[in-house]
């Protein structure tokens, strides 16, 4: 059995307001490997520099989880050194956001493009280590925010993905990586291939963020069979999930809408925090460009921007909706019938290219809606953010969509850059796991 654990001091104690270390820290925080064989987690913090909660709490792991009551490997990987140790506390990063930057494109330029395109490549260097040692392992991407927020987690609405979130008692958010792209959590699947979990604990400098990450992260060691809270004399953590939860563990939300920052003068309008509902049209939610920022759908405000610093095109506030339990459950039943995946690829209007992937007339996948290709179990790769009509206009608007979709078919096959088609694929996760995958 082998322990690292890297002390440093000043990370460490969260009572220092601003700790910003005087020598760069090593990318890995530590690792408990046992003698036994297991499953490993991997954890990432600070993928943002100023979320340091994910640290203190995977220091917290790293001192208590003991080898001999253990099997597999706990690591703990900083993300953002570079913005972790710059001065200013409240740096999230140099030059570009990591949590964005984490895309194929990105990844075929140079280490030396920017200061987080060499961190990107360190992060994921070691994950691939990790990842060859242990092909099973789980990531989870620790972050805060800068508004409070009741803790949440995030994944990809692949089914041996979801199985392990549930087993968080959090409010679930589905959708985050049709409107982001370029995240680390997103980036681990997509390259790797493993499953992969973020949880947003709460504000950056609330003690019980901390709390949140190392409830999370026993509540997976547990789940996963690497360590349990009993042997290590801890009471089960997903007591203070629940508890932090408000009792809402079970609900679950869509991503629905994302609004950036366009203008310096951005500003969210009083009273509207995380949580607070609002309407399409009618809603004021925030300022910018000396214009009011109005609802473009309703729901409920999610992750609005309260950083000191903001800059053009970073996340000014997210809109999420209610998904239903039956639809959760309907959505795990339908995507793995073969049937359903034959149908949707000779409907009209949608053209199946390679690697479970379908170019889809964007006119029709608009009325069609996002929710159906997520029910299947498929992943809006790029799409315009179009919304159908209401009522009879969209009646109307389907008849001509469907219509058109029909002569579509007798056309050449369109080409994959068409901004007209929306793109779509069956989730990697999902593919793997099913038995006739290889036959498309
Ligand atoms: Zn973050």
Same mark, same amino acid.
Request: a negative charge.
């Given at each position: 059995m082998t322990t690292t654990h890297q002390e440093h001091p000043k990370l460490d104690d969260p009572s220092t307001e601003h700790?910003? &270390?005087?020598? &760069? &820290?090593?990318?890995?925080?530590?690792?408990?490997?046992?003698?036994?064989?297991?499953p490993t987690l991997v954890?990432?913090?600070?993928?943002?520099?100023? #979320?340091r909660a994910g640290i203190h709490a995977a220091q917290r792991i790293l001192r208590t989880l003991d080898p001999e009551h253990m099997q597999g490997s706990f690591v703990a990987l900083l993300g953002n050194i570079a913005a972790l140790t710059h001065p200013d506390p409240e740096t999230r990063f140099i030059d570009h956001d990591l949590n964005r930057l984490c895309t194929h494109e990105r990844f075929s330029e140079p280490?030396?493009?920017?200061?987080?395109? %060499?961190?990107?490549f360190e992060l994921f260097d070691h994950l691939a280590r990790e990842h060859q040692r242990d092909?099973?392992? $789980?990531?989870?991407?620790?972050?805060?925010?800068? %508004?409070?927020? @009741?803790?949440?987690?995030?994944?990809?609405?692949?089914?041996? @993905?979801? #199985?392990?979130?549930?087993?968080?008692?959090?409010?679930?958010?589905l959708g985050l990586e049709e409107e982001l792209q370029g995240l680390v959590f997103d980036a681990a699947t997509r390259r790797l291939g493993v499953r992969s979990l973020l949880?947003?604990?709460g504000q950056h400098q609330d003690p019980e963020s901390i709390n949140i990450h190392e409830a999370s992260i026993w509540t997976l060691l547990d789940t996963l069979g690497i360590a349990h809270p009993s042997d290590h004399k801890l009471t089960d953590p997903r007591e203070t999930l629940r508890r932090a939860a408000h009792h809402n563990e079970r609900a679950c939300y869509d991503l629905r809408h994302r609004e950036p920052i366009t203008a310096p003068d951005f500003a969210m309008e009083h009273g509207v925090t995380s949580g607070t509902r609002v309407s399409a049209g009618r809603s004021v939610i925030a300022h910018q460009n000396t214009q009011p920022c109005i609802a473009a759908v309703s729901g409920i405000v999610f992750l609005p921007n309260m950083q000191r610093h903001k800059r053009p095109g970073d996340d000014a506030f997210?809109?999420?909706?209610? $998904?239903?339990?039956?639809?959760?459950?309907?959505?795990?039943r339908l995507r793995t019938q073969p049937w359903v995946h034959t149908l949707i690829r000779n409907l009209p209007g949608v053209h199946p290219t390679h690697d479970?992937?379908?170019?889809?007339? %964007?006119?029709?996948?608009?009325?069609?809606?996002?929710?159906?290709?997520?029910?299947f179990g498929y992943r809006l790769?790029?799409?315009?953010?179009?919304?159908?009509?209401?009522?009879? %206009?969209r009646i109307t608007q389907g008849i001509r969509a469907f219509t058109r979709a029909l002569f579509d078919r007798a056309a050449h096959p369109p080409r994959r850059d068409d901004p007209e088609y929306w793109i779509v694929r069956r989730r990697r996760l999902d593919v793997e796991l099913d038995p006739t995958h290889d036959d498309i």
């Amino acid at each position: 059995m082998t322990t690292t654990h890297q002390e440093h001091p000043k990370l460490d104690d969260p009572s220092t307001e601003h700790p910003a &270390p005087s020598a &760069p &820290p090593a990318r890995l925080l530590g690792r408990i490997d046992s003698n036994n064989p297991g499953p490993t987690l991997v954890v990432l913090a600070a993928v943002h520099g100023n #979320e340091r909660a994910g640290i203190h709490a995977a220091q917290r792991i790293l001192r208590t989880l003991d080898p001999e009551h253990m099997q597999g490997s706990f690591v703990a990987l900083l993300g953002n050194i570079a913005a972790l140790t710059h001065p200013d506390p409240e740096t999230r990063f140099i030059d570009h956001d990591l949590n964005r930057l984490c895309t194929h494109e990105r990844f075929s330029e140079p280490p030396s493009s920017s200061v987080e395109h %060499a961190q990107m490549f360190e992060l994921f260097d070691h994950l691939a280590r990790e990842h060859q040692r242990d092909p099973d392992m $789980v990531v989870l991407d620790l972050h805060t925010t800068s %508004a409070p927020s @009741t803790p949440i987690v995030a994944f990809e609405d692949a089914l041996p @993905t979801r #199985e392990l979130a549930l087993a968080l008692p959090l409010p679930r958010y589905l959708g985050l990586e049709e409107e982001l792209q370029g995240l680390v959590f997103d980036a681990a699947t997509r390259r790797l291939g493993v499953r992969s979990l973020l949880i947003e604990a709460g504000q950056h400098q609330d003690p019980e963020s901390i709390n949140i990450h190392e409830a999370s992260i026993w509540t997976l060691l547990d789940t996963l069979g690497i360590a349990h809270p009993s042997d290590h004399k801890l009471t089960d953590p997903r007591e203070t999930l629940r508890r932090a939860a408000h009792h809402n563990e079970r609900a679950c939300y869509d991503l629905r809408h994302r609004e950036p920052i366009t203008a310096p003068d951005f500003a969210m309008e009083h009273g509207v925090t995380s949580g607070t509902r609002v309407s399409a049209g009618r809603s004021v939610i925030a300022h910018q460009n000396t214009q009011p920022c109005i609802a473009a759908v309703s729901g409920i405000v999610f992750l609005p921007n309260m950083q000191r610093h903001k800059r053009p095109g970073d996340d000014a506030f997210f809109i999420v909706r209610k $998904v239903s339990h039956a639809w959760f459950d309907l959505s795990a039943r339908l995507r793995t019938q073969p049937w359903v995946h034959t149908l949707i690829r000779n409907l009209p209007g949608v053209h199946p290219t390679h690697d479970h992937e379908l170019l889809v007339r %964007a006119d029709l996948a608009a009325v069609l809606k996002r929710q159906l290709f997520h029910l299947f179990g498929y992943r809006l790769v790029r799409h315009d953010g179009r919304t159908p009509a209401v009522g009879f %206009a969209r009646i109307t608007q389907g008849i001509r969509a469907f219509t058109r979709a029909l002569f579509d078919r007798a056309a050449h096959p369109p080409r994959r850059d068409d901004p007209e088609y929306w793109i779509v694929r069956r989730r990697r996760l999902d593919v793997e796991l099913d038995p006739t995958h290889d036959d498309i």
